[in-house]
């Protein structure tokens, strides 16, 4: 299926299967718009799916190994050409300095033609 045909639920759990197979970069090439804004909790949103790639591949060189992507709750209001997504999930990877890492977070994503065009995270910063 092609990104107008599918819904946004299929597309939602294509990208979870993708980042729990730790294709992340792939996801992020596959599910986002060139344009995608993404931004964690209250900072300004970094704009550009390259330059979000490169901020990605900044964090995936801190992890040392990565354990799970678990997904507690998915909620999907709207289909068609514009949805919002809301993901509750749990992430554990061991970082560089071989410390465990638990971070539970919510993501909202504005789905726009079957692609992510703003995605804003939200989690405890002190975690």
Do not use: C
């Not at 801190?62 to 514009?82: L, N, P, R, Y």
């Amino acid at each position: 299926m092609t990104t107008t045909t599918q819904s946004v639920r299929e597309r939602v759990n294509d990208m979870i299967a993708y980042i729990q197979s730790g294709r992340i970069l792939d996801a992020m090439t596959e599910f986002y718009h060139a344009d995608a804004a993404m931004q964690e909790n209250g900072k300004e949103p970094t704009v550009g799916l390259e330059t979000n790639i490169e901020r990605e591949k900044a964090f995936l060189a801190q992890v040392k190994d990565f354990h799970a992507f678990d997904v507690i709750a998915i909620g999907i209001d709207g289909d068609g050409s514009t949805a919002t997504a809301l993901i509750e999930s749990r992430m554990e990877f061991t970082n560089q300095e071989d410390t465990k890492v638990v971070l539970e977070q919510v993501s909202v994503q504005k789905w726009v033609d079957g692609k992510i065009s703003h995605e804003r995270f939200y989690y405890d910063s002190g975690a």
